[in-house]
């Protein structure tokens, strides 16, 4: 199960800090990923960070968010993070995230399950 949280709303140019929290599984074996869906909009990557135990954990970056937003990870928190700043009103958003057993940071949706519930995230100009 994951839990996201640290949504509202928030003016251009602010920053926000996402968190997930997950339970009922080994939370260091799985990538975590961010994704987010607008109003009438198709989900949209944000970010993935590779499980740990690899030579190197790596991140992958949608392309509207690159330099703007981090993702990292503690395990021994069970919690991954998405920090946003300089955000837009084109960040607006339900922000969801979701594992996946694979080794890299896949942007694809087909390799993550489970999802959280989901949390708003809403820029205002």
């Known amino acids: 199960q994951l839990v996201e949280s640290g949504g509202g709303l928030v003016q251009t140019g602010d920053s926000l800090r996402l968190s997930c929290v997950a339970s009922?599984?080994?939370?260091?074996?799985?990538?975590i990923a961010w994704f987010r869906q607008a109003p009438g909009k198709e989900r949209e990557f944000v970010a993935a960070?590779?499980?740990?135990?690899?030579?190197?954990?790596?991140?992958n970056y949608g392309d509207a968010v690159k330099g703007r937003f981090t993702i990292s990870r503690d395990n021994d928190k069970n919690t991954a993070y998405l920090q946003m700043n300089s955000l837009k009103a084109g960040d607006t958003a339900v922000y969801y995230c979701?594992?996946?057993?694979?080794?890299?940071?896949?942007?694809?949706?087909?390799?993550?399950?489970?999802w959280g519930q989901g949390t708003q995230v809403t820029v205002s100009s």
């Open positions: 979701a594992s996946a057993a694979v080794p890299v940071p896949s942007s694809q949706t087909k390799y993550y399950n489970p």
């Open positions: 960070i590779s499980r740990s135990g690899q030579v190197d954990v790596n991140t």
């Open positions: 009922g599984r080994a939370f260091s074996a799985y990538t």
